[in-house]
Each structure stands twice: as structure tokens, then as C-alpha cells.
């Protein structure tokens, strides 16, 4: 089982940036691929981005390519997410998810 830890999660204004962070409890983390979806309220959960266990591999969403940028940091089993030109839409929790397991969830809130 791999338990995942998200954080960096907050508030921010229209056009800002936040980082999020998801860290994996198991030594095999690196072993994974490693999603960050999101949910709005009342929508579907969605694929944000996501990156290949090496790391060489990302996917974007049409909505946030260009804005976000998925990496990993294996030695610290870590993945990490970089969002650049936050908009309201960006609002919704976002879930770090490794094969079936997932993390509790970030909040990001994005005002205008």
C-alpha cells in the first residue's frame, strides 16, 4: 500500500502561483507513474497532469498546458506540481493518485 500526502495547497489571486507536493510513504514510489487530478464542486474529478516513473514522460490537460508543470524528485519520493497563471477556474481540490491509492486532497482556491 502507498499511502500519499499532498500539501501546498492555499489561497491565491487571479494570476498567481502555488506549488503542490505529493510525497509517497513506500521505498517502490519511484517505481510509479503519478497523477495530480482535481475536483470542482458539483463536477468530475479530472486528469491534470501526469508523469512517467522516471519522470521523462509528462501529459498535460488542453486547460493547463503551458500553465503547469508536473516533476518528480524520486531521491525524495516526491512529485511535485507548479502552477503558474492561477485562474478561477483552478479552483478544486487536487489529488495526487498512484495506481489505485489516493491522497486526502489539496485545497486551491483561486479569487479574482
Known amino acids: 500500500q502507498v499511502e500519499l500526502v499532498e500539501s501546498g495547497g492555499g489561497l491565491v489571486q487571479l494570476g498567481g502561483s502555488l506549488t503542490l507536493s505529493c510525497t509517497g510513504s513506500?521505498?517502490?514510489?519511484?517505481?510509479?507513474?503519478v497523477g495530480w487530478f482535481r475536483q470542482a464542486p458539483g463536477k468530475d474529478r479530472e486528469l491534470v497532469a501526469s508523469i512517467t516513473y522516471i519522470g521523462r514522460g509528462t501529459d498535460y490537460a488542453d486547460s493547463v498546458k503551458g500553465r503547469f508543470t508536473i516533476s518528480r524528485d524520486n531521491a525524495k519520493n516526491t512529485v511535485y506540481l507548479q502552477m503558474n497563471t492561477l485562474k478561477p477556474d483552478d479552483t478544486a481540490v487536487y489529488y495526487c493518485?498512484?495506481?489505485?491509492?489516493w491522497g486526502q486532497g489539496t485545497q486551491v482556491t483561486v479569487s479574482s
Open positions: 493518485n498512484v495506481d489505485q491509492w
Open positions: 513506500e521505498a517502490t514510489f519511484h517505481t510509479y507513474a
